[in-house]
């Protein structure tokens, strides 16, 4: 087996979506998390997959059945993408001092490039993460350019000239 460091480096170029995914608690309570492992799974049904460490603070909210908004960020929201990930502690909320509105129930970060709220089909067991398979119930996207990560860096796509 390869030792982590290797693993790590070899991930760090693999391009991935910087997306937030949210939930509500019973309360009213905001809750999300900056995630880079979010991908298509299937179309029919139209099924989504993330995954979150097990320790997130998130992931308690997020069972099978519960309802997730998916904000995919904009090549704008590296604040955001960057707020989100941080491990929460202490008073107060990872939303303080970041704009968002309650969409279809959920918490909603305007401007994304894309926007999906689905439901929790079921948890996958991914070694030290949680595969999650989300069924997708409504979804916009917009000409915003994509936010994403590679080599340790926010960046966005760029289309490759065409040779003529």
């Known amino acids: 087996m390869i030792d982590r460091e290797t693993f790590v480096e070899l991930m760090s170029g693999v391009c991935s979506p910087v997306t937030v995914v949210t939930a509500t608690t019973a309360d009213g309570r905001p809750h999300g998390s900056t995630v880079s492992s979010f991908a298509s799974l299937s179309l029919d049904p139209p099924l989504v997959?993330?995954?979150?460490?097990?320790?997130?603070?998130?992931?308690?909210h997020l069972r099978p059945g519960d309802r997730v908004g998916?904000?995919?960020?904009?090549?704008h929201?590296?604040?955001?993408?960057?707020a989100f990930a941080r491990r929460h502690r202490g008073p107060g909320s990872k939303f303080d001092g970041v704009t968002w509105t309650v969409r279809a129930g959920l918490p909603h970060l305007p401007e994304s490039a894309g926007w999906a709220v689905g439901r929790v089909e079921r948890h996958v067991d991914g070694g030290d993460h949680i595969l999650?398979?989300?069924?997708?119930?409504?979804a916009e996207s917009t000409p915003t350019a994509p936010l994403v990560y590679a080599r340790r860096v926010f960046g966005t796509h760029s289309p490759l000239a065409v040779a003529s």
């Open 77 to 82: 929201q590296r604040e955001p993408a960057a």
């Open 49 to 60: 997959s993330f995954a979150l460490d097990r320790a997130s603070g998130l992931l308690p």
């Open 132 to 138: 999650l398979v989300v069924c997708v119930e409504e």
């Open 70 to 75: 998916v904000n995919i960020l904009g090549a």
